[in-house]
């Protein structure tokens, strides 16, 4: 069992114990029989030697014990520091290693006071305390060992439920995350596929005009990638976000090409400017507001102009989308309501605030609604 970290102040209340009993059978031995001159000396230090070699009776309490053993012929006053010993024996080690440590003192004790004193009242009175002194100290060395095995199983099962815990909501994150990949699969996928099949259909009939087919062309091809992007995202999903995906992410270098992209779809989009040099994170945040935004205006402003904007000022980056409101005429037309979850803008929002950047979208006085960002980034 491992010992527990060293506190000052149970080693200086223990080696205090030790002098105190050490004290006390000190003056004992004075007053029972007259000693040489010398004798207090000796006594007093080895008892002093004794109590400080008790700092050392938690790394080693079987050898310190051993070798205080032999001062109960040699000094009265180690004899507290010997029983502290006994009771360290058994806090720190087992009870048979314990039980032989105490046996050998009671053996040693039991022999001395016979040759000095065998069969008087002192011999009887000596050996009674000194067992009862290895006893109380054996007891509270158990005592002290068995709350401290007890405090250490309550924190291994309280580690070991925190653990199961864990496991358990990994467990079930990891089951819903299945469920929502397979969802994913199963339907979008397969309405995807689908779209992209009859684009094709469509780009070679013959029936069709140059327009038709090359918007058919840009429907498809939006198709291939949709589901490129649909497969990298099940992957994430089911992979708990950790594996990387297969194809390099877009950045703000790529928005030309989304804007060439939507140009073919029959939008009228302006791109304002050249696309200015920008950290990777910081370009791929601008990318997908750029997406977002022209996505927006396709949904709910068909037909009218758009126009994109980059730039940089005071190391951020500033992307702009507007686009004239949509002016409806005879009521809801068959592109007026395309379907959407309303969360795109709230993504755009948590994205920004990601980088510390701030995001502007609404209204303006000239009748447009403008789609505005703020992506600063450190030098």
């Known amino acids: 069992m491992r010992a527990p970290r ?129 006893a109380a100290a054996v007891a509270s060395g158990l005592l002290v060992r068995s709350q401290q095995m007890l405090v250490q199983s309550l924190r291994d099962r309280a580690r070991e439920a925190e653990e199961g815990q864990r496991l358990r909501a990994e467990e079930a994150r990891h089951a819903e995350r299945e469920r929502i990949a397979r969802e994913m699969h199963d339907v979008l996928a397969h309405r995807i596929s689908l779209l992209a099949v009859h684009a094709g259909a469509l780009e070679v009939r013959r029936s069709a005009t140059v327009e038709e087919r090359a918007a058919a062309a840009v429907i498809r091809q939006c198709a291939y990638e949709a589901l490129e992007d649909l497969r990298e995202v099940i992957g994430m999903v089911r992979d708990d976000g950790a594996a990387d995906a297969d194809r390099p992410q877009p950045v703000l270098s790529d928005v030309p090409a989304l804007v060439e992209q939507s140009r073919q779809a029959g939008m009228r989009v302006d791109l304002d400017g050249e696309v200015p040099p920008v950290p990777e994170t910081i370009g791929r945040h601008g990318y997908r507001i750029v997406q977002e935004g022209l996505t927006n205006a396709r949904k709910h402003a068909p037909g009218a102009p758009v126009r994109v904007r980059l730039a940089t000022v005071d190391g951020a980056l500033v992307v702009e989308v507007a686009n004239a409101m949509p002016v409806p005429v005879g009521g809801a037309g068959p592109t007026a309501a395309m379907p959407g979850a309303g969360r795109g803008l709230i993504g755009l929002r948590e994205r920004v605030q990601l980088v510390g950047g701030r995001l502007e979208h609404g209204a303006t006085p000239e009748g447009q609604f403008r789609l505005s960002a703020w992506l600063p980034w450190r030098a």
Do not use: K
């Not at 040489?36 to 009776?57: I, K, Q, T």
């Not at 032989?100 to 009175?125: N, P, R, S």
């Open 6 to 134: 060293r506190n000052p102040l149970v080693d200086a209340g223990l080696v205090t114990l030790a002098a105190l009993l050490g004290g006390l059978f000190f003056a004992d031995s004075l007053a029972s029989r007259d000693r040489g001159p010398a004798y207090p000396y000796l006594d007093l230090g080895f008892g002093v030697a004794a109590c400080v070699a008790l700092l050392l009776r938690r790394r080693w309490p079987v050898a310190l014990a051993i070798l205080l053993l032999p001062t109960v012929a040699l000094s009265a006053s180690a004899m507290g520091a010997t029983a502290v010993a006994m009771g360290a024996v058994a806090r720190h080690r087992s009870p048979r290693v314990t039980v032989a440590v105490v046996a050998a003192h009671a053996f040693l004790v039991t022999t001395l006071f016979a040759l000095a004193a065998g069969g008087t009242q002192e011999f009887w009175t000596g050996v009674t305390v000194v067992l009862a002194l290895d």
